[in-house]
């Protein structure tokens, strides 16, 4: 109907997705403290006594790690190149989409574009 705001109703029915997910996993959380976790905190055994270190001794200890150097720069890397990326691409898919519920629908098929992509790439790498 043409009286409809489309965009607000399937803002709307996005948003209760939401709620409701977030109860759900509110309660998931709490019956997991309440049964499951008193449980396995029975059966642990002692743990070992971790040495307690300063914040300048965790990065001194950290930065002579050429593996974490190494993931941290990556983890700087994407960072900086995905906001890069992604200003510029949003910006020119608002320009091909203006009405909001095109925008939507378009970069829903696409997070399922990638994720299926993602899924098979995993599947195939093994």
Same mark, same amino acid.
């Given at each position: 109907? +043409? $009286?409809? $705001? #489309?965009? #607000?109703? &399937?803002?709307?029915?996005?948003?209760?997705?939401?709620?409701?997910? #977030?109860?759900?996993?509110? #309660?998931?959380?709490?019956?997991? !403290?309440?049964?499951?976790?008193?449980?396995?905190?029975?059966?642990?055994?002692?743990?070992?006594?971790?040495?307690?270190? &300063?914040?300048?001794?965790?990065?001194?200890?950290?930065?002579?790690?050429?593996?974490?150097?190494?993931?941290?720069?990556?983890?700087?890397?994407?960072?900086?190149?995905? !906001?890069?990326?992604?200003?510029?691409?949003?910006?020119?898919?608002?320009?091909?989409? +203006? !009405?909001? !519920? $095109?925008? &939507?629908?378009?970069?829903? $098929?696409?997070?399922?574009?990638?994720?299926?992509?993602?899924?098979?790439?995993?599947?195939?790498?093994?």
């Amino acid at each position: 109907p +043409p $009286d409809v $705001d #489309g965009w #607000g109703l &399937s803002l709307r029915g996005l948003m209760g997705m939401v709620v409701i997910g #977030g109860f759900l996993i509110a #309660g998931i959380y709490y019956w997991l !403290n309440r049964t499951v976790v008193p449980r396995v905190q029975k059966r642990e055994s002692k743990k070992k006594k971790k040495a307690k270190m &300063s914040v300048g001794e965790s990065f001194t200890f950290l930065a002579g790690s050429r593996y974490i150097r190494d993931l941290a720069m990556l983890v700087v890397a994407y960072g900086i190149s995905i !906001n890069l990326v992604e200003v510029t691409w949003k910006s020119k898919i608002k320009a091909q989409f +203006p !009405n909001p !519920n $095109d925008y &939507s629908a378009f970069m829903g $098929d696409f997070s399922t574009a990638t994720g299926a992509v993602t899924f098979t790439m995993m599947i195939l790498s093994r």
